[in-house]
Nanobody
Framework: QVQLVESGGGLVQPGGSLTLSCAAS????????MAWYRQAPGKQREWAAL???????NYAASVRGRFTISRDNAKNTVYLQMNSLKPEDTAVYYC??????????????WGQGTQVTVSS
């Protein structure tokens, strides 16, 4: 019953900025963590950023210093602010929530993906 809906992808020029959003709906009792992954054509999906329930953040070396992950608990939403974008950032970006249900069980949920293309 939990669904994640992503938005904010698009075409941007190198050096530009873009902010992605991912909102969860359904039977959510608590969110353990939120994360962003990305996958370029012909490559494996890679982890990009993580934010915990305590708002601690971690980033992959490839995005550290340029991307910022944040959350809005009231809206069950995670954001990814992307600055100084490079062509190699071009990928489909996926959000992932680790959610605990009413029974105390934890499950991973993935967004549908949103395309980010960095090109001049």
């Amino acid at each position: 019953q939990v669904q994640l809906v992503e938005s904010g992808g698009g075409l941007v020029q190198p050096g530009g900025s873009l902010t992605l959003s991912c909102a969860a709906s359904g039977s959510i009792f608590s969110i353990i963590s939120m994360a962003w992954y990305r996958q370029a054509p012909g490559k494996q999906r890679e982890w990009a950023a993580l934010i915990t329930s305590g708002s601690s953040s971690n980033y992959a070396a490839s995005v550290r210093g340029r991307f910022t992950i944040s959350r809005d608990n009231a809206k069950n939403t995670v954001y990814l602010q992307m600055n100084s974008l490079k062509p190699e950032d071009t990928a489909v970006y996926y959000c992932k929530f680790l959610i605990r249900n009413a029974l105390g069980s934890a499950y991973e949920y993935w967004g549908q993906g949103t395309q980010v293309t960095v090109s001049s």
